[in-house]
């Protein structure tokens, strides 16, 4: 196992999944993107894992390559992900279709894109319910009503007859929920599924994903690049930065304490509801790495408030922190968020005038009074 470590307790009677070293790498002109740089995690049945990082951070690319869903010649998949026993990595395009929609399943980031325009939405979810289960079109019709039920779709019947562009972002996002569900798959992607939407139906459209995974007992990977969406959504987080996990955690553990100086950044660019209008909200400093030539040594260097030499040189392994700490919480940082050596880099990276440091030592108005999300708040 190589940057990133497997959860200790993997269990194989729980363990649905269970990813070692997965990389993917694409070949273009201008180079090989490693886009996914060694990931490994184990998600429970029924339990819920939040991936969460910046645009280019991997989390697609990492989902899509356990769903097999990279399809080309330049691609290149390395490492496993075992699925309830298989190693989904080698199995063959059409075994592999078996398990699409019958034991996982994806809600992709946008419902536009994801629905046939031309196709009646009844016909949509019909025959994916067909194809799959082999049912009648009467029973298929049954089962869609119901299912539209179930995502709170009112008037189901009329909804089914109508074409994509006629309803809702929220009520296609729903369709897709309610297609996505139907083979009642064991283990469920959703990816940035609220990111098209505006907050008031993000909101809705996550309880009703966190309601479907907690009735159907399912497990879910929940993609986000905002951390305030898995707090109180998850029971794990994983946070990627430039393809690889830099901070692994039981999510109330990580809220309680960030120990990643880029996980500390993504909780501090969080827009907060009391921000006066003039208030300053925190970006990172900095750009994403080009992943066709990363940084040497931690790729959040060039960014990171805390850098020291040794950072632009070695990289950190992902490791647990001492003893007192949660055994299940990793990260991949020489000088962490809380210790002292930490205090004592960021204190001297703000001396010397080290522009992401100074950024971070601003005084930054009310943005610090107003609440952050603590990991624990269950939303029902
Ligand atoms: N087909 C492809 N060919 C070349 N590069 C790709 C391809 N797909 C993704 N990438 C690159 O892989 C990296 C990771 O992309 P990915 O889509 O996984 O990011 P992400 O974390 O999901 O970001 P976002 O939050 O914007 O969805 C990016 O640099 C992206 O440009
Ligand atoms: S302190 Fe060093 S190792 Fe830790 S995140 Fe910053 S650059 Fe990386
Ligand atoms: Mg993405």
Request: charged share 20%; proline share 7%; aromatic share 4%.
């Amino acid at each position: 196992m190589t940057d990133s470590m497997q959860t200790d307790s993997v269990d194989p009677g729980r363990t649905l999944l269970a990813v070692d070293d997965l990389r993917t790498t694409f070949s273009i002109p201008a180079g090989d993107v490693k886009a996914v740089r060694g990931v490994s995690f184990s998600l429970d049945r029924g339990r819920t894992l939040g991936i969460v990082g910046e645009s280019g951070s991997g989390k697609t690319v990492l989902a899509r390559s356990i769903m097999r869903l990279n399809i080309g010649s330049n691609v290149t998949t390395t490492g496993t992900a075992t699925f309830a026993g298989r190693d989904v990595l080698s199995l063959s395009m059409s075994e592999m279709q078996e398990q699409w929609g019958m034991e996982m399943a994806m809600v992709f980031q946008d419902p536009v894109t994801s629905l046939n325009p031309l196709v009646r939405v009844g016909r949509q979810v019909t025959e994916h319910l067909r194809s799959h289960l082999g049912v009648s079109r009467a029973e298929a019709h049954k089962t869609a009503v119901s299912l539209l039920n179930e995502v709170r779709i009112p008037e189901p019947e009329a909804r089914l007859k109508a074409f994509p562009h006629e309803l809702s972002g929220g009520m296609r996002q729903r369709i897709c929920i309610a297609i996505a569900l139907a083979c009642e798959p064991t283990l469920l992607f959703a990816d940035e599924p609220t990111t098209a939407l505006d907050v008031t139906v993000q909101h809705q459209i996550l309880n009703l994903l966190g309601r479907e995974q907690r009735d159907r007992d399912m497990a879910m990977v929940l993609v986000t690049h905002d951390l305030g969406v898995v707090a109180g959504r998850t029971d794990d987080t994983l946070v990627m930065y430039a393809g690889k996990v830099v901070e692994q955690s039981p999510t109330t553990s990580l809220f309680a304490s960030m120990r990643h100086p880029y996980s500390e950044a993504l909780l501090r660019s969080l827009p907060r509801t009391s921000h006066a209008s003039h208030t300053r909200l925190a970006a990172i400093t900095g750009r994403p790495p080009d992943l066709i030539d990363p940084p040497s040594g931690c790729a959040f260097s060039p960014r990171c408030p805390y850098v020291q030499d040794r950072c632009r040189d070695e990289v950190p392994p992902l490791t647990t922190g001492g003893s007192g700490d949660d055994p299940d919480h990793a990260f991949a940082c020489f000088t962490p968020v809380g210790s002292p050596e930490g205090a004592e880099a960021f204190a001297r990276n703000v001396s010397d005038g080290l522009p992401q440091a100074v950024a971070v030592d601003l005084p930054t108005g009310d943005q610090m009074s107003a609440p952050l999300p603590t990991g624990n708040e269950r939303i029902v």
